[in-house]
Each structure stands twice: as C-alpha cells, then as structure tokens.
C-alpha cells in the first residue's frame, strides 16, 4: 500500500517481497495468506475517489510463472481492475481462474516467445482497458534456473521483460507499483541476482519520472 501511495506519487515504487497472488478473498493458498495485490488496488481506488472523485482503474501485470489465480477471481466481474496473467500452463495452480487476459506458455519456454508472448499481451491490454496504475508482479520464477518455474529464460530474457514493461508504462506516463511474487533458485544468489536487475531497471524508469518533475 505504501509503495502503491509511492508510485502515484512519483511515477515508480515497489515492495521488496508481496505479490501474494495465490490468496482469494475468503482463503490463501501457495504460500499466500493475503492478496496484498487486491488490498492494495482497492485501496487506492478508494483514495482516488475519496481525495479527487476519481474513478482509478488498475491493471494487474502478473508475470509470476505461476498464475495469478487469487487476483483473478477477486476481480472476475470488476470492470475497473484488469488482470493479465503471464504464466506457465502446466504449472500451478493446477485449477485457473479466468483472468481478463490468461496466456498459457508451454514448459521450457525460452526468451524470445516469452517476449512476444508479452508483447501481444501488452497490445491487447491497452485495446481493452485504460489503466491510471499498474501493478507489476515481477516473479523471478520465469527464470531457467528456477527449482519450480519450468520455463528457460535467461537473466538477460528476464531483465529484457522487465524493461518490456517499464517502457509500456513510460510511454504512456503510468505510475507502476512492483512486488516481486516467487522466486525459487536452485542457487538462491541466481534468484537474487535476477531480482536485483529488476530493481536496477525500474531505478531507471524512476530517474525518468524524477527528471520530469524538475
Ligand atoms: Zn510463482
């Protein structure tokens, strides 16, 4: 929520951890106790009505390997929330539920069909829905050297998906929130490392944002 709060405020923010997208309203499950994602999206519509009757509309980027099923059925029906999923079909959770746009990729899915995979996601995205906030679930777990991912991408592929993002949410001057969902290296410092160029490129994208307030 204060990173949410953050982001409206200068463009780009994030939580170290969260991304809890496994939990429903009424029950957690794979690791997640509370939908932080949910939490936080309410919230800040909330506050944009209440301080300026605005009617905020949130885009849920979910790129966690896993989907982001608790997110997707809490907002099923929400016309003000979109919820895209990026994920690995024969991964858990073994049981989906419909997002506003699922995209089931294949086991060992390496760099570049993952990266049009996100591309054409993006472009439907934006024909479907107008976000005032974007909230990105930047899970390590694509990764080749994920323990429970099961897709092949490179650090490279992952750091070329997080720039994806950050520059589809630049060009158009979207504040984004990031959480970081899973991550599960066989080598913990592989996970880290990937997760730390997460970081490194929305540094980036903040310094863009800060430039512009001067
Ligand atoms: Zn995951």
């Not at 990173?3 to 951890?17: H, I, S």
């Not at 939990?23 to 509370?34: D, I, L, Q, S």
């Not at 777990?141 to 650090?155: I, N, Q, S, V, Y």
Request: net charge negative; aromatic share 8%; charged share 20%.
């Amino acid at each position: 929520v204060a990173a949410a709060r953050d982001a409206l405020a200068q463009g780009v923010a994030g939580n170290l951890a969260g991304g809890t997208h496994h939990a429903y309203a009424h029950k957690g499950g794979g690791f997640c106790v509370f939908n932080d994602i949910a939490v936080t999206a309410r919230l800040m519509q909330a506050e944009a009505w209440r301080h300026h009757r605005q009617k905020m509309k949130v885009a849920v980027i979910d790129l966690d390997v896993h989907q982001g099923n608790g997110t997707a059925h809490i907002f099923a029906g929400d016309p003000s929330v979109f919820t895209l999923s990026l994920h690995g079909e024969k991964n858990f959770p073994f049981r989906k539920e419909p997002s506003d746009l699922d995209v089931g990729l294949p086991d060992g899915c390496t760099d570049e069909p993952y990266l049009a995979a996100l591309h054409q996601a993006l472009q439907t995205l934006q024909d479907r829905f107008d976000p005032q906030l974007v909230i990105y679930l930047a899970g390590a777990d694509p990764h080749e050297g994920d323990r429970l991912g099961r897709l092949k991408l490179t650090a490279d592929g992952m750091q070329a998906r997080d720039r994806v993002v950050m520059d589809w949410a630049w060009q158009r001057r979207l504040p984004v929130v990031l959480c970081m969902g899973g991550g599960y290296g066989h080598d913990i410092e592989t996970t880290v490392q990937v997760q730390m160029q997460t970081w490194d490129v929305a540094l980036g994208y903040w310094q863009r944002w800060h430039n512009l307030g001067r």
